[in-house]
């Protein structure tokens, strides 16, 4: 049987990194019996960050599946990075996520990048509700983090809970539990159990006032959005707790309000409550409006899908695991049904796929379940050629949901082998690293014998470089980051390749003629042919022609960097007798490209980045300076609260190390995300730097 869609809840926790969302995370697991030792971020022993390397660096990169269940409710707690370089990891669990739990530090506020996560979740129109934790930390201001959330989110957070007291142990009034606004009740945990037991007690003398107080505002709120909650309010009747969360529930999963709860995960205050609102008032799948996509053979045709087991099935493919048994492809499914040794089709690829094993990922341990329904989320093991972003669909009702789109990668780093042993293993990490990771790539020069990798970012890379070294312990020399340019052609050229030699005394004689043609489309340079061949040798030679042009092409060009924006066209020639052999068809396809790009006129691009930097107003002035030295174009600012955010365009190679630099421009309170955006025309001295 799958599991109940009215049951399902597909949540992920989001947050700026330091916020605790790995330790909250660690706590529901616990709670929920998933695991069976409770783990500690501070001791790098957590469940959901399973890799190593985010364990050392206490940051989560890359995002997991893990499901559990709470009070009747079937869990899928899909991980989100919080780190900058990662927004397409974070954008791409936004895609197939429910509900989120927003965790925010009672200490920090709201930071810069839960800014840029919130926008994400708001384009994705994800119902959230947002935990106030650290509430036990000196500093900490709940109250002041709650104004930020309206202010700087432009949010309408509602308070479901208060804290008891704020700061640690040493304070006058310490965080000591919760107040419960919606039973009205005390909730205490018991720190030597880990805080497994929760204490719910009728609220104390002391603290009925202030609970009243924000009880009315909450049922002052709810008001608006229920005539029977209100015509009890109006008649001074108790409002009953299941009408209350009712209310809630819906005003949640239509956006209109943020429910607040509160407490210190490390400290095992508030999970168990925060896992009972998220039963209670984030959405099950069937809640959402059905999936859209369209019609594989048709892409202007709309098709919609509704989360019902009687629908044909469809699901999308939103992240691949390497696995010891094979690679896990996690699926959401939209609609229908999924079994296990079943035949799925991949309409973008034209394929059909086996899904030979379903398997639901807990945290300690793995299920294979025979079949799972619309709104779950499975591990299937046995696709081969399918990758994050494609959809699975019945062969008999096609459909194709919008693919998850990555853009071009715009930093390398070379690494080199220091034996042919490690070469071997090299490659194969490489792989694994590439299935797992679709916005990193990695490229074998074989005549250098170095290999390129190429990511989104300084940080990206970095954390690969780790991997690299410290985990699959690779002796392999890393050489310095460096920028991603590609060339572009300026015009559209045709000429002819030859091979005239004479070798051996033999003569090598063959033509290329090839056309070239620039193109906008943010994409690296294409190759085809209209060339029909006569026969199999024929065929076998345009085949050559075609191949190597195309390694010319991802090779380089006049600056050796790879052709982007422009498309190469081999056009059909008189082949002579008898036909060339392949050392000359090369011969003469390299000659072709040369000329081609010479008459063309060739571009340098370099990558441009999106950036945005959230400022106090007082270091505006100095972080416009600073950017407009780094070739940056200033798009757009906005006030938001306290803070001015700006938008600019800035070359990658100006922004390395922008981080320590805007950190100390704004006495560390300015903070920014950075995304490759587009390729541009590099400066004039850049291009000669390249001659
Ligand atoms: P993440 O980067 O958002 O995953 O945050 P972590 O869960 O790794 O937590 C970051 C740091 O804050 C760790 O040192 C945690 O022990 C600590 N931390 C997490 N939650 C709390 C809390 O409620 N109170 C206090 N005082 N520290 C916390």
Redo the contacts with the bound molecule.
Sequence with gaps: MPRNIQTLRNIGII??????????TERMLYYAKATHKMG???KGTTTTDFDPEEQQR???IYSACVSFQWRGCDFNLIDTP?HVDFTAEVERSLRVLDGGVV?FSAREGVEAQSETVWRQADKYGVPRLAFI?????EGADFYATLEQIRKRLGSHPLLVQIPVGIGPPHVNNPFRGVIDLVAMRLLTFTGEKLGAEVISQELPEDLRDEASLYREQLLGELFNFSNELAELVLADQPVPEPLVKQVLRQATIDRQIVPVLC?????YVGIQPLLDAVADYLPSPADLPPVVGVDPKNPDKQLTRAAKEDEPFCGLVFKILADKHGDLHFVRIYSGELKANSRVYNPGKDKKENAAQLWHIQADRREQVPTAGAGDIVGVIGPRFSITGDTFCETQAPILLESIAFPDTVISMAIEPESSLERKKLGEVLEMLKRQDPTFRALENEETGQTIISGMGELHLEVIKHRLLRDFKLDVKVHKPRVSYKETVNAAAEETGKCQRVVNGQSLFAECRVRITPASDDKPATVSTQWIAEDSHQKQCVYILQTALREHAEGGGLYGCPLYNCHLELLPTTLPEPLPNEVALRIAAADAFDRVLKSATVTLLEPIMKVEVTTPEDHVGDVINDLQQRRAMITGSQLRGPNTVLDAEAPLSAMFGYSMAVRSLSQGRASFTMEPLRYGPAPADVQESFM
């Design positions: 947050a700026h990194i330091d916020a605790g969302k790995t330790t909250v500690e971020v501070d206490g940051i989560t919080g965790v934790n650290k509430c036990d930390r407490g210190s995960a490390l400290h």
